[in-house]
């Protein structure tokens, strides 16, 4: 099971980025890791920082994609920002926080995107 997330969490984040950048992000960096914890997605758009979590699912019997970033998880997003931010020396810049909803379908050939949602400033920092 574990692998399977893996590879679907790694779809999801590959069609995350190509949809972002599509609506004009600047990707900067992908999988940011420090001490904190992680952030899926670093981007610049229309001036602004972007630390995007992305969620992927091939069913919605529990919830919504997004329903799955609780307030512990949104706690370790802000400290890994701030990491992010002190150790690429970008406080100039102001940041956010986004989600990146990822809708697949699992098929013989792989994985399939059915759509994705783009929930912009879930909060300011």
Known sequence: ???YNKIL???GEDAAEKFLKRQGYKILE????????????VALEDGCLVF?????RVSEKYGNPSNA????????MKKTALSYINYRRMGDYPARFDI?????????????IKKIH????????
């Open 118 to 125: 783009l929930i912009k400033n879930i909060f300011l920092y």
């Open 1 to 3: 099971m574990e692998k």
């Open 69 to 76: 970033v609780n307030g512990m998880k949104l706690q370790h």
């Open 30 to 41: 992908r999988n940011y890791r420090c001490r904190f914890g992680e952030v899926d997605l």
């Open 9 to 11: 969490g790694n779809f």
């Open 100 to 112: 990146a909803e990822v809708f697949a379908d699992s098929g013989e050939k792989g994985f399939e």
């Open 52 to 56: 995007v979590e992305v969620k992927t």
